[in-house]
């Protein structure tokens, strides 16, 4: 199966932070790449599919690019509300596979 | 596309785990819908899918003891695990794709928590 890694685990940061968080795929996953942010007690909530593309309504500080292996996502300025835990995901595979996440918490 | 789980959300140790996915707002003759779930505190692990004639696919780490199938009658679909233990306590979600070619997940149900005590 694919893995996927993330990192950093944790990230602490202050509000209007540009902050990036990085996803690698043990191997070519494509374009095949979703990130999620997940707040506590909600479901995860899709924020880019096909490793670039923000989902509708997903602001426009948000971005996402990928090179080769390795996929990022980045937060051009911080708002309280993008305090959360990103997920990425490879769909690929047929056998879809998270990475363990990153917690973005304020600092 | 609303979902919604449902099942018992306490368990014992080698007692088999019934859950089911409600659909509204599409059909589950469409795309390949899913179960994932999250540990206490962890993070999200794929279980299954179903969709199209009835195809399945799971994550291989499960796949004996897993069974996912489908009612389009109800437009429901429904997990299986069997022989469960403390590990397989979670919040169980079922999830939707975001389109034919894009499965990653766009909408999700609520969650279902699910403890194996006993």
């Known amino acids: 199966d694919i893995q996927m890694t993330q990192s950093p685990s944790s990230l602490s940061a202050s509000v209007g932070d540009r902050v990036t968080i990085t996803c690698r795929a043990s191997e070519g996953v494509s374009t095949s790449l979703a990130w999620y942010q997940q707040k506590p007690g909600k479901a995860p909530k899709l924020m880019v599919y096909?490793?670039?593309r923000l989902d509708s309504g997903v602001p426009s500080r948000f971005s996402a690019s990928a090179s080769g292996t390795d996929y990022t996502l980045t937060i051009s300025s911080l708002q309280p509300e993008d305090f959360a835990t990103y997920y990425c995901q490879q769909y690929f595979s047929p056998h879809f596979t998270f990475g363990p996440g990153t917690k973005l918490d304020i600092k | 596309v609303q979902l919604q789980e449902s099942g018992p959300g306490l368990l014992k140790p080698s007692e088999t785990l019934s859950l089911t996915c409600t659909v509204s707002?599409?059909?589950?003759?469409?795309?390949?819908w899913s179960w994932i779930r999250q540990p206490p505190g962890k993070g999200l692990e794929w279980i299954a899918y179903?969709?199209?004639?009835?195809?399945?696919n799971y994550n291989p780490s499960l796949k004996s003891r897993v069974t996912i199938s489908a009612d389009t009658s109800k437009n429901q679909f429904s997990l299986s695990l069997t022989s469960v233990t403390a590990a397989d306590t979670a919040v169980y979600y079922c999830a939707s794709p975001k389109s034919q070619s894009n499965n990653c997940f766009d909408y999700w149900g609520q969650g279902i928590l699910v403890t194996v005590s006993s």
């Open positions: 179903t969709g199209y004639s009835g195809s399945t």
């Open positions: 096909a490793a670039s």
């Open positions: 707002g599409d059909s589950i003759s469409n795309y390949y």
